[in-house]
């Protein structure tokens, strides 16, 4: 096997144990508990996890998703978040040519965000632990790996400040312009949401989510990942609300109730009304597929307008 091939797998290898750290992360944070120590206990029996019960994926399937000692199940999110954080590091390897700075940087990216859509989807946070540390790591890293957005190809295509800076400053430039754009935007959604909603649709935690999403991917795709992941998040709403009508109109036709379809769309609103969409997926989610294809779809869509 040769050098490159190698350094891919270990990529792979290296991903499924930062994910397998993840969850040590996913479980803790939340429940403000160190990640560092003590060592993994069954939360149910507090049995030790031994080593070789805590090999990536291996052990879950070897275990068949049970604790060896009083065999309560254990989630497949587990093995899921291995699979995939080792998928991830593996793509950022290859998308981003190699062992490259460009590719450390996107392993980092999805390590964070990984960590931060599971957290979300289980227990409605975004740990500080993770966005704080991310919104310096995004913003150090537009110093060696240069962001090639809009805001630079503007500036180094305008006679008056062509030259004038180096690439190190304009990519820290869009680094900043996207945490202050990232995090600007979504905060405004948010007052919008509660002004509209009367409740809290977007806490602090999709602020600093998304102050780091703009400092590693820069003003541009920031963008993308917030109209992206409100478009996604709006069609996953309204299929809910259409899933809980259903459901509704045919318990009360069971009934025949009369007035079954009206009331079935006043029970689907009114859940709907209650119900807390984790947006920090939809938004994690999108920052991971503006990371590989951002930049291409944003070229397209300006092009439209050429
Ligand atoms: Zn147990």
């Not at 144990?17 to 990640?35: D, E, K």
């Not at 913003?139 to 240069?146: K, N, Q």
């Not at 600007?184 to 602020?207: N, S």
């Not at 709006?234 to 609300?241: F, P």
């Amino acid at each position: 096997m040769d050098l490159y091939g190698f350094f891919a797998a270990a990529a792979f290898l290296f991903g499924l144990l930062f994910g397998s750290f993840l969850n040590v992360c996913i479980y803790r944070l939340p429940r403000g508990l160190s990640i560092v120590s003590p060592r993994s206990a069954c939360p149910q029996c507090h049995a030790l996890i031994a080593a070789y019960d805590n090999i990536p994926i291996l052990s879950w399937l070897l275990l068949r998703g049970h604790c060896r000692h009083c065999k309560a199940p254990i989630s497949s999110r587990y093995a899921a978040v291995e699979l995939l954080t080792g998928a991830m590091f593996l793509a950022s390897y290859l998308g981003f040519g190699g062992p490259t700075l460009a590719s450390l940087k996107a392993i980092v990216f999805s390590f964070l965000v990984i960590g931060l859509v599971f957290t979300d989807a289980e227990t409605h946070l975004l740990p500080d632990a993770l966005t704080l540390p991310g919104i310096v790591l995004g913003l150090g890293f537009s110093i060696f790996v240069p962001l090639g957005s809009i805001l630079e190809q503007h500036f180094t295509s305008s006679s008056v400040l062509a030259g004038g800076f180096s690439w190190q400053f304009l990519s820290f430039a869009d680094s900043l312009l996207g945490t202050a754009i990232g995090a600007g935007l979504i905060y405004g959604v948010g007052e919008a949401y509660f002004r509209l909603r009367g409740i809290e649709g977007m806490g602090f935690g999709d602020v600093k989510l998304m102050a780091m999403v703009g400092a590693f991917l820069g003003a541009g795709q920031s963008l993308f990942v917030l109209f992206g992941a409100s478009t996604v998040g709006a069609v996953y709403g309204i299929a809910v609300l259409m899933q809980v009508r259903g459901k509704r109109l045919r318990r009360y036709a069971r009934v025949q109730r009369p007035d079954a379809a009206a009331r079935a769309w006043q029970s689907a609103s009114l859940a709907m009304q209650y119900m807390e969409i984790p947006f920090g997926v939809f938004l994690g989610g999108m920052a991971l597929v503006a990371m590989f294809f951002g930049t291409s779809v944003l070229h397209w869509y300006l092009g439209l307008f050429r």
